[in-house]
């Protein structure tokens, strides 16, 4: 997430900006926009089937980011510490699986299996979450 909102993720906009000669800048999962990280990580449709998913999830309506700053910085609408925690940790694990996603369908051609990513989500979710809580039990 630090490198995503650093713009530090090697997407293609930012390989060309490098003097890095690429055949395109387009989006190699959609091909509907350029490739930037805004694109790649919110904005994508298969992003945002993801994002989607997540905030439904969640209880919440649509996904109001265009940027991953905004998505980044929002809090979940929790109102107790915990809640925000773990609401930052479904984002930063969400955008970390789509971009690891990202990366298959580019290198290796796989693609994401849609229907069980948000069950991925929620237990890489919940495993960054008792790897880093203090607390000793968490269901
Ligand atoms: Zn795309």
Known sequence: MWRARKKRLPVLTELDKRGIDLHSVRCPLC????????????????????????????????????????????????????????????IWSCSYLIWKNRNQKVFSNKCWNAPTALNEIQVKTFEWIVKRCKAKAID
């Open 31 to 90: 091909d509907g926009d350029i490739e930037t990280v805004d694109h790649s990580i919110v904005v994508c449709k298969h992003a945002l089937d993801i994002w989607c998913k997540v905030f439904s999830w969640w209880g919440r309506g649509g996904v109001p980011y265009v940027n991953i700053e905004d998505l980044a910085l929002d809090t979940g609408q929790a109102t107790s510490f915990v809640g925000k925690i773990i609401w930052q940790a479904v």
